[in-house]
């Protein structure tokens, strides 16, 4: 199985970027689709953006589409989030998570293996 270790989170003013890193271990990345969630606290965790597994396909919520890009560097065993002109509500708690199957998924559970998250807090 593939451990997932996110990075790159922190406090940043409203209207800046932060890139988030998610690098994998035990197996190779390029095996899975891969998506970012987001979660705040008594609410669901919800897809931010996803990729395929060749890289070639991506799915971004409405709510992030424009500002943030995901993208992936399978020689690294990593895959980024990059996060600008951020706003108050993106504030959360951010995952990458790991999908065996190699085409997009928008669901929690269509997804089977997940980091620990890293928070963004997004002052305005």
């Known amino acids: 199985q593939v451990q997932l270790v996110e990075s790159g989170g922190g406090l940043v003013q409203a209207g800046g970027s932060l890139r988030l890193s998610c690098a994998a271990s035990?197996?190779?990345?390029?095996?899975?689709?891969m998506g970012w969630f987001r979660q705040t606290p008594g609410k669901e965790r919800d897809v931010v953006a996803a990729i395929t597994r060749s890289g070639v396909t991506t799915y971004y919520a409405g709510s992030v589409k424009g500002r943030f890009t995901i993208s992936r560097d399978n020689a690294k065993n990593t895959v980024y989030l990059q996060m600008n002109s951020l706003k108050p509500e993106d504030t959360a708690d951010y995952y990458c998570a790991a999908r065996t199957r190699g085409t997009i998924g928008v669901k929690f559970s269509e997804y089977d293996y997940w980091g620990q998250g890293a928070q963004v807090t997004v002052s305005s």
């Open positions: 035990g197996r190779t990345l390029s095996n899975y689709a």
